[in-house]
């Protein structure tokens, strides 16, 4: 049964600093991988979209890297700022496009001015 | 602009009553939609698969006559927690998929049983 781990659960960082969240699943046959973002009592945006032949994706001043065969994935997010406070959530797409997504519980990011 | 819209945004209801949780997608015909359940500091849990035109296909552990699914359009899927309970108090998302590409979700329906 796969398994999605975010660690850590939650991280406050001073503005402008670089940081990296990290994802672990444990079953690496997955279709591909999202990066979700999630305001406080709010739906999910979807940041980055991850095929499982590719190594990573940038926007703006997001990177996600996947390792597949070793079931990690990171979110790196330069020069951070308070506007980026937000749960950060990770899925894995199992079995094909049709598959489930399977999420982790996510990354409480808190970016002080 | 938005892809997928939920009504309502929140409600409130007293035990034992039924309440209806429509999801809209706004961008393009889904013949498939996503109700996911989320508890406070959880995980979304995927609870069922909405098809258009035939049965939803429940995940384990979800009820499906407790939480009833219609998907009557390409556009527009409805989930009804019946005799709701306050352990049904949650965040319900739904979700579009357009294939391979990305998943859309909708803003969310907070749910409060007393």
């Not at chain 1, 009592?41 to 590719?54: A, N």
């Not at chain 1, 990690?72 to 330069?78: G, N």
């Not at chain 1, 959530?89 to 996510?106: E, P, T």
Request: glycine share 8%.
């Amino acid at each position: 049964k796969q398994e999605v781990t975010q660690i850590p659960a939650a991280l406050s960082v001073p503005e402008g600093e670089n940081l990296v969240l990290n994802c672990s699943f444990t079953d690496s046959a997955i279709y591909n991988l999202q990066w979700f973002r999630q305001d406080p009592g709010k739906g999910l945006t979807s940041l980055l979209l991850i095929q499982s032949s590719q190594r990573e994706q940038t926007s703006g001043r997001l990177n996600a890297s996947l390792d597949k065969s070793s079931g990690r994935s990171t979110l790196y997010i330069a020069a951070s700022q308070p506007g980026d406070s937000a749960t950060y959530l990770c899925a894995v797409r199992d079995g094909g496009s049709q598959g489930n997504l399977i999420f982790g519980k996510g990354t409480k990011l808190s970016v002080k001015p | 602009g938005a892809v997928v819209s939920q009504h309502p945004s929140r409600v409130i209801c007293k035990s034992g009553t039924s309440v209806k949780i429509e999801c809209r997608s706004l961008d393009f015909q889904a013949t498939t939609m996503f109700w996911y359940r989320q508890f406070p500091k959880q995980s979304l849990m995927l609870m069922a698969t909405s098809n258009e035109g035939s049965k939803a296909t429940y995940e384990q552990g979800v009820e499906k006559d407790k939480f009833l699914i219609n998907h009557a359009s390409l556009t527009l899927s409805t989930l009804t927690v019946t005799s709701a309970h306050p352990e049904d108090s949650s965040f319900y998302i739904c979700s579009v998929s357009r294939g391979e590409y990305e998943q859309y979700f909708g803003p969310g329906t907070r749910l409060t049983v007393t």
